[in-house]
């Protein structure tokens, strides 16, 4: 944690109350609905955020000073964000460890990444983290402080109707007890207009696909199906974006396989630090561990969503991507 010179202090202390004063205005008069895993939801520039992750992101536009090297994860909840925690890690750090006696054998994949969104202040002081700092956030990119537009970017998503399905069960898990269960068809309601944490789903998938667009070498779009395919393509792709193409000698020595089957779902949701125990995120958020493993499939939405469900997401999205070039391969 930082320690201010004391002049510096107060400087910091009459802006965090300047924060929390412009907070608890916004909260009195943003548009809101009622939540997934919240009471409410509020609509601050475009995008519903719950109360606390909305203040997080006050404290970031004025605390936060990325530096050059730090990578971020960026995805919309519940489309990978444990995997690919998981493989940046492993893949950035592949001369560090070995195969057979991983840090991921021991710490989950959560435990490797700061969670940019949920750090109240005093924000942390990062600078014990190793080189470069690994960062995650839901947070559209439009959301974030431009001066983290220098940094290298990984964003992934996925088909929205298996996000859907994934967020309704991860947020039964969660809610808690004082609120009633949420059904499949409020989700399902909540979901399509738009209303959902750090949401809308497409406007959180564009804001990374323009900028992806505009900044390809700072910025790599990921999505979870095409990981499933062909994840060791994926692995040789986020090597060669964070400088450190896999060598001859390293496929030689079927490092990306090695890899590959670390981060695999079987392997990763069979250990035992991914079993037991809760996941902290910030100082406020604690999560059971085993809950960001489910299925690790593609399309298990069939099992919930009826054929007009399932018309009525896929012609929101049709209309939201069209003419930008995005789609999801995998409609059936
Ligand atoms: P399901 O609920 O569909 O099974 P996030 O990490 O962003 O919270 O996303 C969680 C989703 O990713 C869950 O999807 C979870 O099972 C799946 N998942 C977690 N680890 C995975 C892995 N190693 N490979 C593939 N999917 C994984």
């Not at 109240?120 to 014990?128: G, H, R």
């Not at 994934?166 to 059904?183: E, G, T, Y």
């Not at 996941?279 to 593609?298: M, S, T």
Request: net charge neutral; with cysteine.
């Amino acid at each position: 944690m930082s320690s201010f010179p004391s002049a510096q202090a107060s400087k910091e202390d009459a802006e965090y109350k300047n924060i929390s004063e412009k907070h608890r205005h916004l909260i009195e008069t943003l548009p809101k609905h009622n939540g997934w895993w919240t009471p409410y939801l509020y609509n601050y520039n475009g995008f519903w955020l719950s109360p606390n992750i909305l203040k997080s992101n006050l404290i970031l536009h004025s605390y936060f000073k990325p530096h050059p090297t730090d990578i971020f994860l960026a995805s919309f909840m519940k489309s990978g964000t444990t995997w690919l925690k998981a493989l940046i890690f492993s893949t950035l750090n592949r001369h560090r460890y070995s195969f057979s006696n991983h840090h991921l054998h021991n710490h989950s994949p959560h435990s490797t990444f700061w969670m940019l969104d949920i750090e109240s202040y005093p924000i942390t002081d990062f600078t014990n983290s190793l080189t470069p700092r690994l960062f995650s956030t839901h947070f559209a990119h439009t959301l974030l402080p431009p001066c983290m537009s220098s940094c290298k970017f990984v964003y992934v998503c996925r088909d929205p109707k298996d996000v859907l399905i994934s967020k309704w069960h991860f947020m039964n898990k969660i809610r808690p007890k004082d609120l009633p269960p949420l059904s499949l068809d409020e989700a399902f309601a909540l979901f399509c207009l738009g209303v959902s944490d750090y949401g809308p789903f497409w406007e959180q998938v564009m804001s990374y696909w323009r900028a992806s667009l505009e900044y390809p070498d700072k910025i790599m779009f990921l999505k979870y199906e095409e990981i499933k395919k062909e994840p060791g393509v994926v692995v040789r792709k986020l090597a060669a974006f964070f400088g450190k193409p896999i060598s001859e000698e390293e496929e030689e020595k079927g490092v990306v396989k090695e890899i590959v089957k670390l981060c695999s779902f079987e392997n990763l949701s069979n250990l035992e630090v991914n079993k037991e125990g809760f996941e902290k995120f910030g100082k406020l958020v604690d999560i059971e561990k085993r809950g960001f493993f489910r299925k690790g499939v593609i399309g298990d939405w069939k099992n919930y969503l009826s054929e007009e469900m399932k018309e009525r997401i896929d012609g929101i999205i049709d209309e939201k991507f069209k003419g930008s070039g995005l789609v999801f391969t995998t409609k059936v």
